[in-house]
């Protein structure tokens, strides 16, 4: 299934190639910048009852464009950007149904336990999506963070899932080395996430076309969502008309 995205940076609505990303912001390689505020692609999801969908604030400077796409669909959208155990329950509050988190429960590329307990204490399970966007190095797949640019140890695989299956409510996976590229998503990767895990997953990364999210439905099982960023119309892409991705939803919902 199609789920849509608001990536923010300096409070505007964008489309970025993941892997430009830095902590100075400089060099960053920018597929697109709205003209139209977050709160607009909040009400057209809300309209079309598009759930699941994530708003990610790319950096600071972008948090009163978080707060009014949130305002604009309560309990219609997931956050994730600088969460942390202090302030994840304030964005829950803001109208977020879930907040998800990367790189605060990583320190020195290792999974800090503790601070994922503690998040877990505060605001529950049930509301925390924990994203293990990777990058692939030789065979495998590792988790990245702060900015995708910092490998940990943090192996994907079955295991992993399942274990951390049991302090969350949903992952969210970004392939950072095809994100933003509309070259194709990576199938492999799709794939082993079907086989991997037991909680609803949802890929991003390099989806340029409706077939895209047909092989993602295939090779996922339909177990695997599918966020389409640079690619949508909506975002100024050629590959995906926003009201195909709607059909094709309300298709597989009737089970076509």
């Known amino acids: 299934m199609f789920r849509p995205c608001i990536d923010l940076r300096n409070g ?15 060099g960053v390689t920018t597929n697109f910048v709205s003209e139209k505020p977050p709160r607009w692609f909040a009400e057209q999801y809300r309209q079309d ?5 994530h708003v990610i604030a ?16 309560p309990g219609g959208l997931q956050y994730g950007g600088g969460v942390n155990a202090d302030n994840a329950a304030a964005w829950l509050d803001a109208g977020a149904a ?11 590329g290792r999974l800090e336990w503790e601070r994922l307990a503690e998040l877990v204490r505060r605001i529950g ?40 299956a049991q302090h969350c409510a949903e ?7 095809v994100e933003g590229l509309c070259q194709g998503i990576d199938e492999e990767l799709v794939a ?32 695997i969502d599918l966020t389409i960023g640079s690619a949508l119309d909506l975002f100024g892409g050629h590959g995906v008309r926003y009201a195909e991705a709607l059909a094709f939803n309300a298709q597989n919902r009737k089970g076509g």
């Open 12 to 26: 505007q609505v964008v489309q970025i190639v993941g892997g430009s990303l830095t902590d100075s912001g400089a």
């Open 125 to 164: 399970r049930e509301r925390l999506v924990l994203d293990l966007s990777c990058r692939k190095r030789g065979d495998d797949y590792f988790v990245v963070t702060d900015r995708w640019q910092n490998y940990t140890d943090l192996k994907l695989g079955a295991e992993t899932f399942a274990t951390l």
């Open 58 to 73: 790319l950096g600071p400077g972008n948090e009163a464009a978080a707060r009014e796409a949130l305002g604009a669909w």
């Open 49 to 53: 009852q598009l759930l699941g969908g």
């Open 192 to 223: 082993r996430l079907a086989d991997w895990s037991p909680l609803p997953t949802t890929y991003a990364g390099g989806a340029k076309s409706l077939a895209d999210l047909e092989t993602v439905e295939r090779l996922g099982r339909r177990r």
């Open 98 to 108: 879930h907040v998800i988190v990367t790189s605060w429960v990583f320190r020195a």
């Open 171 to 177: 992952f969210l996976v970004h392939a950072v080395d």
